[in-house]
C-alpha cells in the first residue's frame, strides 16, 4: 500500500471479536479491512473452552473447530480429592484457538471483508469525518474503526479504556489425551486467593493452565508445577508453553472515542470470576460490527452499558466471594444439587452469571 486506502469499517485484530465484527458488517454491505499483527493461522494462548452463549453466537461454519464436547467436570480444592459433576447432556464444548480463530477470519473473508494478517497498526488519529491509522503496510484511512487487539491494544490505549484488574495465565499444551480425560475437563481451585487451574482435553492434547493475579509469577509457576504434578502429567510431552495477561474495565470505561470503538479484550470485556474471554468477545465484537455499519456508535455503548456490564458486575462479585472463601464455593457447586445445576446451567448458556451468583 503506498497511498491511503479508504475503507468504511477497519478491524484491528483477528480473534473471535474482531472477526465478528469484520463478518457482521461486510454482511451488511461495508467496505471491511480486517488486520492483524501475526501470521494465520498463529498460536493462542487459551483454555478454548467455549459455553452454550459463545456456541450460540458462531457462524455455522466456525463449528468444525470444536474437537471435543464434555458432559462431566471434575473440581478439587487446592489439588486434594476429585469431586465431579456430571450432566445427561454436554456442557461444554473445546476447541484450540488457532483452529478456531482461522475458522471465523475465513467466515468473516466469505461474506466479504479484506484481511491481512502480518500487519501492524502502531498509531491511529482521527480526522474530519473518520480515521487515519498508520500501519506496518501504509496508510489506511477509515470510516470507523473496531479496536479488537487483545489485552495490550493500540486501540484501547487510544479510547482510554480503563482496567480494573489484570492477570497472569500460564498454560501448557500437552501430547495425547488419554482414557482419564477423554469426557471431562477438570477445575482446580488454588491457594492463594482468586487462583484456580483446568486441564481441557482436545482431539490430540491437553491443554493445563493456570491464572493469577498479575505480579504473582513466581507463583504463578510454581502453582503450574504442583497441578501438573499432582495430577501425573507433569512428564508428558510439551507441545506449547506460553502466558498471556488477561485484563477486564473498571465499569463504566470507554469503549469508543470518537470514531473508534473497542470490543473483546481490547476493551477489557470478559469475565471476572473464571476470565473467560470468548463469550463476550463474540458479544461484543458482533454488537461492534453492526454498530460500525449502521453508524450507530452511541448504540454499542449503550449495548455494553446494558447487555454486558451487568454479567461483569455480577462476576466481579463472585470472584470476591471465591477470594474470600474457596472451600465454601467449592462445597456449593460440589456438594449441593442446586450448586451444580447453576454450573451446569451457566455453562451450557441456559443461565447468566447473575444467577450463579444468587
Request: aromatic content about 6%.
Amino acid at each position: 500500500m503506498t497511498d491511503a486506502e479508504v475503507w468504511d469499517v477497519v478491524v484491528v485484530g483477528a480473534g473471535p471479536a474482531g472477526s465478528s465484527a469484520a463478518r457482521v458488517a461486510a454482511e451488511r454491505g461495508r467496505r471491511v479491512l480486517l488486520l492483524d499483527a501475526a501470521r494465520f493461522p498463529r498460536y493462542k494462548t487459551c483454555g478454548g473452552g467455549l459455553i452454550g452463549t459463545a456456541l450460540e453466537l458462531l457462524p455455522s461454519a466456525a463449528l468444525t473447530a470444536v474437537e471435543r464436547r464434555v458432559a462431566t467436570v471434575s473440581f478439587s480444592l487446592r489439588g486434594g480429592p476429585e469431586r465431579r459433576v456430571r450432566s445427561t447432556r454436554p456442557f461444554l464444548a473445546l476447541a484450540r484457538r488457532e483452529v478456531l480463530d482461522q475458522a471465523l477470519v475465513d467466515a468473516a473473508v466469505a461474506a466479504g471483508a479484506t484481511f491481512r494478517d502480518g500487519t501492524r497498526v502502531t498509531r491511529l488519529a482521527e480526522t474530519g469525518d473518520g480515521v487515519a491509522l498508520t500501519t506496518s503496510d501504509g496508510p489506511v484511512l477509515a470510516r470507523t474503526v473496531v479496536g479488537a487487539d487483545g489485552s495490550a491494544s493500540v486501540v484501547a490505549r487510544h479510547v482510554g479504556v480503563r482496567i480494573a484488574r489484570a492477570d497472569l495465565g500460564l498454560e501448557v499444551e500437552l501430547a495425547g489425551v488419554g482414557e482419564a480425560w477423554e469426557h471431562r475437563v477438570h477445575l482446580d481451585w488454588g491457594h492463594d486467593p482468586g487462583t484456580y487451574g483446568w486441564v481441557f482435553p482436545k482431539a490430540d492434547r491437553l491443554t493445563v493452565g493456570v491464572i493469577q493475579r498479575k505480579g504473582e509469577g513466581t507463583a504463578t509457576r510454581a502453582y503450574l508445577a504442583r497441578l501438573l504434578a499432582g495430577l501425573g502429567l507433569e512428564d508428558r510431552e510439551r507441545l506449547h508453553d506460553s502466558g498471556h495477561l488477561t485484563r477486564w474495565r473498571e465499569p463504566g470505561s470507554p469503549v469508543r472515542r470518537g470514531r473508534v470503538l473497542v470490543a473483546g479484550d481490547a476493551a477489557g470485556l470478559l469475565e471476572p470470576w473464571t476470565r473467560e474471554g470468548i463469550t463476550a468477545a463474540l458479544r461484543s465484537g458482533l454488537a461492534a460490527g453492526a454498530a460500525a455499519a449502521e453508524d450507530d456508535l452511541p448504540g454499542y455503548e449503550a449495548f455494553v452499558a446494558r447487555e454486558l456490564e451487568p454479567d461483569q458486575r455480577a462476576g466481579a462479585r463472585l470472584l470476591r466471594v471465591f477470594e474470600r472463601a474457596p472451600a465454601l464455593a467449592h462445597l456449593a457447586v460440589t456438594r449441593t444439587g442446586p450448586g451444580a445445576r447453576r454450573f451446569v446451567r451457566f455453562s451450557r448458556g441456559e443461565a447468566g452469571l447473575r444467577v450463579l451468583h444468587r
